[in-house]
């Protein structure tokens, strides 16, 4: 069965940083497309950003500049390295992959989420 496990949230400061992580387990995601979204309380689920294949990237306009997505295909991981992180950064963040374009998932699944939250 396919495992998608996000990891590296916290709490932090407002200004600071946070790398999260996702080790998807139980299938290969070399040629899939991987992406962040994070749902915020009281918010639809939004998209964050997204990495193909071939490392091409897409970001959502509110987290350009501040936030890196990467990937390490020998190990089947994905990262989000989010710098000068704000409030409205606030929200449980979790990982995917389809297969398809960059920016139409359809995601294969859904894990349990990392809480990262930041204060004023």
């Known amino acids: 069965q396919v495992q998608l496990v996000e990891s590296g949230g916290g709490l932090v400061q407002t200004g600071g940083s946070l790398r999260l992580s996702c080790a998807p387990s139980?299938?290969?995601?070399?040629?899939?497309?991987m992406g962040w979204f994070r749902q915020a309380p009281g918010k639809q689920r939004e998209f964050v950003a997204a990495i193909n294949r071939s490392g091409t990237t897409y970001y959502t306009d509110s987290v350009k500049g501040r936030f890196t997505i990467s990937r390490d295909n020998a190990k089947n991981t994905v990262y989000l390295q989010m710098n000068s992180l704000k409030p409205e950064d606030t929200a449980v963040y979790y990982c995917t992959a389809w297969v398809g374009p960059l920016r139409q998932p359809d995601p294969v699944g859904w894990g349990q989420g990392t809480q990262v939250t930041v204060s004023s």
């Open positions: 139980g299938r290969t995601f070399s040629n899939y497309a």
